[in-house]
């Protein structure tokens, strides 16, 4: 079989399965490029099922390029809270407000001019002007990737710029003008559902006959890929500190608590998080706590930057938040104010004093978010 058949017959295959099997999800049922641009930036890095419902909440709440260009940006984290990956809200809301000024809230079509936008990359560009425009530009993923190397033994390293490039050029070459959104929804539901990393399900697939891993009994070596850098171990110690208020009775949700912005840039950049600190630790946490001179220092750091004394009471959790480069493990301890401290006004920069419904209003990093979820569970 000649290469132009081999295509041809991959082309032809994949959008007839595609359109018989394509799932249901909400973004498929608009042509809207903003809110197919949302659900694009939501799903890099996350599970379709754990979009479906942050992506409703958002249109919801900003259901145009000018709701999410004029909202705080404080309003925009808080909906995005669980998602993880913050600088992709930050950055959406950049470009959006980019496309309010420059195009009037209409979302270029233009390839240079849409990629020109803040945190639009090679693949977010080929994906929103495919489906939304049918532009035939390649919207190259992991999902497509894998299915690329598999039926056309690519066993080049997909962790190579040159490769992406490679693979780029080759969709270039087969898309369909007329059908690039079915084309290229059609490449990543096929690696999604069928083609998928472990035991791909050959029997079911479209393309299985002509699938030259398949054909050399190499589809579940393929793709190569390699491996990436562990995230580098942190070691952190965190301090809950909790004062009743005073006109309320009952449980833990009568209590106030003391929390920190993080700095306007850098990591999690402007969000809401316990006081804490990298500690030195040469085991793992979870096999052991914190030492004394880790909450004494904490207990130090909390008088220097907000003037209140406190002190440990007990361990309230062990927990651990991978992100793309760091690991954290953090050991969780109530700390106590003395009563100066409980019934003063926080004045530090960037701590405050928090009720639990005011807490709601925040956002906080998923790892602070299960602190607070352990907590009121008890």
Same mark, same amino acid.
């Given at each position: 079989m000649t290469e132009q058949i081999e295509r041809t017959y991959f082309v032809q295959q994949l959008l007839r399965w595609f359109i018989k099997h394509q799932r249901d999800l909400p973004w498929r049922q608009t042509k809207d490029p903003y809110?197919?641009?949302?659900?694009?930036?939501?799903?890099?890095?996350?599970?379709?099922?754990?979009?479906?419902?942050?992506?409703?909440?958002?249109?919801?709440?900003?259901?145009?390029?000018?709701?999410?260009?004029?909202?705080?940006?404080?309003?925009?984290?808080?909906?995005?809270?669980?998602?993880?990956?913050?600088s992709r809200a930050r950055n959406l809301q950049q470009a959006v407000r980019e496309v309010q000024a420059t195009y009037d809230g209409v979302v270029p079509s233009e390839p240079d001019a849409f990629s020109a936008l803040k945190g639009v990359g090679p693949y977010t560009k080929g994906a929103v002007l495919?489906?939304?425009?049918?532009?035939?530009?390649?919207?190259?993923?992991?999902? +497509? @990737? *894998?299915?690329?190397?598999?039926?056309? &033994?690519?066993?080049?390293?997909?962790?190579? %710029?040159a490769t992406r490039k490679k693979m780029e050029q080759l969709i270039r070459e087969m898309?369909?003008?007329?059908?690039?959104?079915?084309?290229n929804q059609g490449l990543m539901e096929l690696g999604a559902l069928v083609c998928t990393p472990r035991?791909?399900?050959?029997?079911?697939?479209?393309?299985?006959?002509?699938?030259?891993?398949?054909?050399?009994?190499?589809e579940e070596q393929l793709?190569?890929?390699?491996?990436?850098?562990?995230?580098?171990?942190?070691?952190r110690v965190a301090a809950l500190i909790a004062a009743p208020i005073e006109e309320e009775q009952g449980g833990f949700?009568?209590?106030?608590? +003391? @929390? *920190?912005?993080?700095?306007?840039?850098? &990591?999690?950049?402007?969000?809401?998080?316990? %006081?804490?600190?990298?500690?030195?630790?040469?085991?793992?946490?979870?096999?052991?706590?914190?030492d004394r001179s880790d909450l004494k220092q904490l207990a130090e750091m909390i008088r220097q930057e907000t003037g209140i004394a406190v002190k440990p009471v007990e361990l309230l959790l062990e927990t651990e938040h991978i992100f793309s480069h760091i690991h954290w493990y953090m050991?969780?301890?109530?700390?106590?104010?003395?009563?100066?401290?409980a019934s003063q006004q926080m004045q530090a920069n960037r701590?405050?004093?928090?009720?639990?419904?005011?807490?709601?209003?925040?956002?906080?990093?998923n790892v602070f978010v299960r602190v607070f979820q352990h907590l009121f569970a008890k």
């Open positions: 809110k197919i641009w949302v659900s694009e930036i939501m799903l890099q890095q996350t599970r379709v099922d754990t979009v479906i419902p942050y992506y409703e909440r958002f249109l919801d709440r900003f259901p145009t390029v000018q709701a999410l260009a004029e909202a705080p940006e404080a309003d925009v984290l808080k909906l995005w809270e669980g998602l993880g990956y913050y495919s489906i939304a425009y049918n532009r035939p530009e390649p919207a190259v993923d992991g999902n +497509v @990737m *894998r299915v690329l190397s598999r039926y056309f &033994l690519i066993e080049e390293d997909i962790a190579r %710029p898309i369909p003008h007329e059908d690039a959104g079915d084309f035991s791909p399900s050959c029997l079911t697939c479209p393309v299985m006959e002509h699938c030259q891993a398949r054909l050399e009994g190499k793709p190569v890929k390699k491996k990436a850098k562990a995230p580098r171990k942190e070691y949700s009568s209590f106030r608590y +003391v @929390m *920190r912005q993080r700095p306007d840039t850098g &990591l999690l950049a402007q969000m809401w998080e316990l %006081p804490h600190l990298e500690t030195v630790r040469e085991e793992n946490p979870s096999e052991g706590l914190a050991n969780v301890y109530v700390f106590s104010p003395d009563s100066t401290g701590y405050r004093w928090v009720s639990r419904p005011e807490l709601e209003q925040l956002a906080l990093p």
